[in-house]
């Protein structure tokens, strides 16, 4: 298993985290950003992004796919169910993690760490969107979409969520997000990254 990743990317670092949960095997192909133009990489992914996984000779490309495929083929229903309710559960925070999350969180880090061109104000207004969402969520519970266990919707979100305030949106007025970071932090095989402080 081959993992095609660049190191400041939240979305390589959800399967990072996710392979590293599931005590999986695999070799990290590190890139840099200008990699992902290259003709090279577009044969292994036409949409030029990471992170990318290789498993016996097949390519899936996309974090919330690749979570999905990991959880089908290496995990049990407890990271991704199967009952129709449950599954519901877990697909509405893939949601939530591919667009609060993404155009608020993760831009607004972009915008602050990487100089991205997006509209920091905005950014941060949807990020702040994203944080209450969670954190009323989180009340009261453990985990986004399961009351006694994390799911790969645990995994989606966790990445930019915890790097937050590198977009200048700290976490103190998120008791429950903080403690549900803890949380994750201390699941069995956890895999940190640079930028994620220690919760």
Known sequence: MRLYDLDVSGNCH??????????LDYTLHSLQ???????????I??????????DAGEIVWDSMAILVYLARRYAGPQW?????LALARVMQWLAVSENEILYGLARARAVVKMGRPFNLEECQQMGRQALTVMEAQLAGRDWLAS???PTIADVACYP???LAPEGDLPLGAYPAIRAWLGRVQRLPGYVGMAGIADY
């Open 160 to 162: 930019y969520v915890a």
């Open 14 to 23: 959800k399967i990072r985290l996710m392979l590293g949960l599931l005590s």
């Open 147 to 149: 009351e006694g266990h």
């Open 33 to 43: 950003r200008e990699d992902t133009v290259s003709e090279s990489f577009r044969a």
């Open 45 to 54: 992914n036409p949409r030029g992004q990471v992170p990318v996984l290789e």
């Open 80 to 84: 991704l169910p199967e009952e129709p």
